[in-house]
């Protein structure tokens, strides 16, 4: 029979190796100062945009990041962190954490893990400025749109001259006879 602590290693490690292999990525996170009832709002907004923060011990969270491949974030994991695993938008999730470290200074972002490329503070925070995925689109069907757009107007402005050209025959003749 395990011992409870051997127990609780092995479940913290497997649970931050399946919540990796289930998300888009991670962003380590340092939260010394920050009050409970902060972390709580925190975590109930990132989960509310699909990203679950996890909090853990830092030896459990370096091997589980060994086992990963992860080597590169290994360093970052010191003091009280937490991890933060985002399955869907990272945009979104990026934005959170910047207005939730406005507000709260003593929460500070590590750096992470998108994809497979390492990222530092200043990428979250470029990322963080940009338009959601659903605002691209739109920008993107604006832009299709406007060619297509573009050709009615002149098919209709030429159509327009067209029957004002017939109407003045037409006028001309009524006027000769």
Same mark, same amino acid.
């Given at each position: !029979? ?12 497997? /649970? ?24 709580? %709002?925190? /975590?109930? %907004?990132? $989960? ?12 459990? &969270? /370096? /091997?589980? !990041? ?8 290994? @360093? ?6 937490? !991890? ?5 938008? @990272?945009?979104? %999730? ?25 990222? %530092? ?13 659903? &605002? ?10 406007? @060619? ?22 037409? !006028?001309? $003749?009524?006027?000769?006879?």
């Amino acid at each position: !029979m395990k011992k409870i602590g051997q127990l609780v290693k092995e479940t913290s490690g497997s /649970r931050i190796k399946d919540n990796f292999k289930a998300s888009q990525g991670l962003i380590i996170v340092k939260y010394s100062g920050v009050s409970s009832p902060d972390m709580s %709002t925190l /975590r109930k %907004t990132l $989960k509310d945009f699909g990203a679950d923060l996890f909090i853990v011990k830092n030896s459990i &969270a /370096r /091997r589980a !990041m060994k086992d990963l491949g992860l080597e590169g974030l290994i @360093p970052s994991i010191e003091k009280p962190c937490g !991890m933060i695993f985002f399955k869907n938008e @990272p945009v979104d %999730t990026f934005r959170i954490l910047c207005a939730f470290r406005k507000e709260h200074e003593k929460l500070v972002l590590e750096g992470g893990l998108l994809q497979d490329k390492l990222l %530092t503070l200043k990428d979250i925070e470029v990322m963080s400025t940009l338009p959601s995925k659903d &605002a691209l689109r739109g920008k993107l069907v604006v832009t299709l749109n406007a @060619p297509i757009l573009k050709l009615v107007v002149v098919l209709n402005q030429s159509l327009k001259k067209f029957v004002y050209c017939i109407d003045q025959i037409k !006028m001309n $003749k009524e006027k000769s006879n």
